[in-house]
């Protein structure tokens, strides 16, 4: 069956650390991969997009590496901050436009 | 840039009425609009796809006579929840894709609570 599977726990990192989620799935070929953000009670709020033909992608200092043979994502958070904390989604992209989300990783950054 | 909005932000109704959400891309123009809907500490699920101009189509096991959308504008998109019930409470949210853009790229609304008594 189709999964999509991100930390179910929540992820206590203490400030300044790197923070990292990881997301794997499974019987999918997804044709890019994207991690959101989530406040609650708010609607996501996009972060990056990484193609399948892309190992490595970042974005200040976020990065995400996307292994397809794996079929794994790893999302970092270098230097992570309280105002870190959110739950963070993964998203498959599929080749019809679909987008699948993961439930999220609840991610608490510690003073 | 890339705004989305939703109204209202939240709504409690009786159960049998009707609710209507709407979802407005602000400063871009979305040829196409998504409605998920989320559970309390669960994934977004996607309910439907709307174009403008044309019929939404529906993701499986989503009641397209009770979960009506509209897509009349380039600009909006409305999700009517009709004769709603208790189950039907639930977070939901809207996304649009810009005209230029392809569907990777969508931009989420800030979501509406709709709680049925």
């Known amino acids: 069956s189709q999964k999509i599977e991100q930390n179910s726990e929540a992820l206590n990192i203490q400030e300044g650390k790197t923070a990292t989620l990881t997301c794997n799935y499974t019987n999918y070929s997804p044709a890019y991969l994207q991690w959101y953000r989530q406040d609650p009670g708010r609607g996501p709020v996009f972060l990056l997009l990484i193609r399948e033909n892309e190992k490595e992608k970042r974005k200040e200092r976020l990065k995400v590496t996307f292994d397809t043979t794996l079929k794994q994502s790893l999302f970092h958070i270098t230097a992570s901050q309280p105002a870190d904390s959110a739950t963070y989604l993964c998203?498959?992209?599929?080749?019809?436009?679909?987008?699948?989300f993961g439930k999220g990783t609840r991610l608490h950054i510690l003073p | 840039g890339a705004v989305v909005s939703q109204h209202p932000s939240r709504v409690i109704c009786k159960s049998g009425t009707s609710v209507k959400i709407e979802c407005r891309s602000l400063d871009f123009q979305a040829t196409t609009m998504f409605w998920y809907r989320q559970f309390p500490k669960q994934s977004l699920m996607l309910m439907a796809t709307?174009?403008?101009?044309?019929?939404?189509?529906?993701e499986q096991g989503v009641e397209k006579d009770k979960f009506l959308i509209n897509h009349a504008s380039l600009t909006l998109s409305t999700l009517t929840v009709t004769s709603a019930h208790p189950e039907d409470s639930s977070f939901y949210i809207c996304?649009?894709?810009?005209?230029?853009?392809?569907?990777?790229?969508?931009?989420f609304g800030p979501g509406t609570r709709l709680t049925v008594l």
């Open positions: 709307s174009n403008e101009g044309s019929k939404a189509t529906y």
């Open positions: 996304s649009a894709a810009p005209l230029a853009g392809s569907t990777d790229t969508q931009y």
């Open positions: 998203a498959l992209g599929e080749r019809d436009d679909k987008i699948i």
